[in-house]
């Protein structure tokens, strides 16, 4: 089964830091390119950040750039989201996504999804 | 920065045929993909490159873009239709664009 696995969520307080992991399983995870995605409660979704299936080439949100840094380990089939200064306004689910696309550079369409991982933002 | 546009709510009649737009400046030249999501659960991707269905979902589900507007059409709605349905697209500025999401009600 193709499957994503996110963990790492939490409560943290502003200015502080967290990492997000997510775990792949099921598929060839380093041929495809991952993202992370947020929604905070009640709200839409919100693009984060991009991976290709190397981890030469990142992309970024213009909200989370400098303060977010996207890594994966091909060899662990892990996707990583080092979150720093972090707001309150970050309070959010987590989502990684796989694209559906193999090798593809931009980030195409986001085929496969995880469960989603709670990130709670307060004082 | 690149937005797109969605009516905040569409209702449809069981049995009936369901238009969900998004609109964006030439979102016909770019791809779109159309992501369902039921309360409480994740995304689900329903539609990618414009008209394209993944594995697994129902034929009822179809897609199109051309000039500014995409569109995400549901043919024989039923109840388990009901959910949020959220465009996006991808931007060379903006990188990947949401727009904020559409509420199907299934009266």
């Known amino acids: 089964e193709v499957q994503l696995v996110e963990s790492g969520g939490g409560l943290v307080q502003p200015g502080g830091s967290l990492r997000l992991s997510c775990a792949g399983s099921g598929f060839t995870f380093s041929s495809y390119p991952l993202h992370w995605v947020r929604q905070a409660p009640g709200k839409g979704l919100e693009y984060i950040s991009s991976v290709n299936h190397n981890g030469l080439s990142t992309y970024y949100a213009t909200s989370v750039k400098g303060r977010f840094t996207v890594s994966r380990d091909n060899s662990k089939k892990t996707l990583y989201l080092q979150m720093g200064s972090l707001r309150t306004e970050d309070t959010a689910v987590y989502y990684c996504?796989?694209?559906?696309?193999?090798?593809?550079?931009?980030?195409?369409?986001?085929?496969?999804w995880g469960q989603g991982t709670m990130v709670t933002v307060s004082p | 920065s690149y937005d797109l546009t969605q009516p905040p709510s569409v209702s449809v009649s069981p049995g009936q045929t369901a238009s969900i737009t998004c609109s964006g400046y030439r979102l016909g030249d770019k791809f779109a993909s159309w992501y369902q999501q039921r309360p409480g659960q994740s995304p689900l991707l329903v539609i990618y490159q414009n008209n394209m269905r993944p594995s697994g979902i129902p034929e009822r589900f179809s897609g199109s873009n051309s000039g500014n507007t995409a569109t995400l059409t549901i043919s024989g709605t039923q109840a388990l239709d009901e959910a949020d349905y959220y465009c996006q697209t991808w931007d060379t500025t903006s990188h990947v664009v949401f727009g904020a999401g559409t509420r199907l009600t299934v009266l």
């Open positions: 996504a796989r694209d559906q696309n193999k090798f593809g550079e931009y980030p195409d369409a986001f085929h496969i």
